[in-house]
């Protein structure tokens, strides 16, 4: 049986105010090419199927469309939420897409059953057993209780959701027992695990307290496929536990890695063979560095370019302070075919800059860069502990921001 995993596919993304709506259909139609031409017989995407919890009329289009092209195809779909899809938003056609052989878990659940799923090959055969485990949120799997500690509740939360994976396995195992012969057990996950390489386009998620998880955690199931995390990764050397990454750019820091899925397939030996497909590129991006002289030098190499015009993330270093860069970047670009998303000063510019702080544009700041402004203009002489103690409230305040839009 060949299981194609992906993930954090955020259809509906606005990216600084462009659309990835034609990315994202080149990319669903190059997916469907591939379940043809490697006879896939199972699809798993491991959360944020949608960029936000109320995703435009578009990307639900795309999504149910998605779902009828892979019923055609003879695949079996699984859909698993993520953290940044609506619980409500995915359920409302669970039942109607199960019927398209599209099995969708936006939550954890009580009931082991419903989140073990047997998979079946083009030949209507079992062929693997799926532990469904999608974005895990703490008051799924575990009650709070008052007056405990702040240690004492991350210890229970990791237990617990050890515990609800061990159940899951448990179940998958008495399937597996029950078959004629024996098929790979398969888990899944949406978050972040411990020692990953994240990028700037990833929220931080945490789990209660939890900002990440030890990779035995996870029970020992054959593959475990991971979501959240953008850049693909062996999360541990000796566990077969990945990361499929994005299928395309979120943000200009991911130019640094090749995007792909991965499809796996165990022999007859119970040996897992894994083959990592690349993503084509469906629009060029790039990030361009340098002093005015220097871009106006790489900038000549979009001269002749032809096809999609390139979007441009541009880092001005080298330069004083200039009120006018936007318009300076603007008349470098104007006849070029190219589009200009992003201007930026350098890091060393911005932070031996401190005179014109209140001139920098909210593009070059992010939540935590305007967090740690506020606190180092405060005193806590008196109270020391305190900085990490609102470092670990706001990070926190963040995340349960990002969880009740995710809940709309």
Not at 67 to 73: E, I, P, Y
Not at 121 to 126: F, I, L, S
Not at 212 to 218: C, E, P, R, S
Request: net charge negative; with cysteine; aromatic share 6%.
């Amino acid at each position: 049986m060949k299981i194609l995993h992906t993930s954090d596919w955020h259809l509906g993304q606005n990216f600084y105010t462009k659309s990835r709506k034609a990315e994202h259909q080149a990319f669903l139609d190059w997916l469907l090419r591939q379940v043809t031409a490697q006879q896939i017989d199972a699809v798993i995407v491991a959360g944020d199927i949608f960029d936000t919890a109320t995703p435009p009329s578009y990307a639900r289009e795309m999504y149910n469309q998605f779902v009828v092209d892979m019923h055609k195809a003879g695949c079996n779909l699984v859909v698993l939420g993520g953290n940044h899809d609506s619980v409500s938003v995915l359920n409302e056609t669970k039942s109607l897409l199960k019927q398209l052989n599209a099995y969708v878990v936006a939550n954890t659940s009580e009931d082991a059953a419903e989140q073990v799923i047997p998979l079946c090959n083009r030949a209507g055969e079992v062929g693997a057993i799926l532990c469904a485990v999608p974005f895990i949120r703490a008051r799924d799997v575990l009650e709070s209780n008052a007056g405990d500690s702040a240690d004492a509740k991350r210890e229970a939360l990791a237990l617990a959701i050890k515990q609800h994976y061990q159940r899951l396995y448990e179940e998958a195992q008495q399937q597996q027992a029950a078959l004629p012969n024996w098929v790979p057990i398969i888990a899944t996950g949406h978050l972040a695990a411990v020692g990953v390489t994240a990028s700037e386009s990833v929220r931080e998620i945490y789990i209660g307290t939890l900002n990440g998880l030890q990779a035995d955690t996870f029970p020992p199931a054959d593959y475990i496929a991971l979501g959240h995390i953008h850049r693909p990764q062996l999360v541990s050397k000796n566990r077969p536990i990945y990361y499929s990454g994005s299928p395309i750019a979120l943000s200009f820091d991911e130019l640094s890695h090749k995007k792909q899925v991965n499809v796996l397939e165990f022999t007859t030996n119970k040996t897992l063979q894994l083959d990592l497909l690349e993503v084509p590129t469906f629009q060029p991006l790039a990030v361009l560095k340098g002093d005015l002289m220097a871009l106006e030098q790489s900038l000549q190499q979009y001269a002749h370019h032809s096809g999609v015009p390139v979007w441009l993330s541009i880092e001005v270093t080298g330069q004083d302070f200039l009120s006018d860069i936007q318009q300076k970047i603007q008349q470098l670009t104007q006849d070029l075919p190219v589009e200009v998303l992003q201007v930026k000063r350098s890091r060393k510019n911005v932070q031996t800059d401190t005179t014109k702080t209140a001139e920098r544009t909210l593009t070059e700041l992010t939540p935590e860069e305007v967090f740690a402004k506020r606190l180092a203009q405060r005193d806590f002489t008196k109270d020391p502990q305190q900085p990490e103690r609102l470092t670990l409230h706001f990070a926190q305040t963040l995340a349960s921001l990002h969880e009740q839009e995710a809940n709309v």
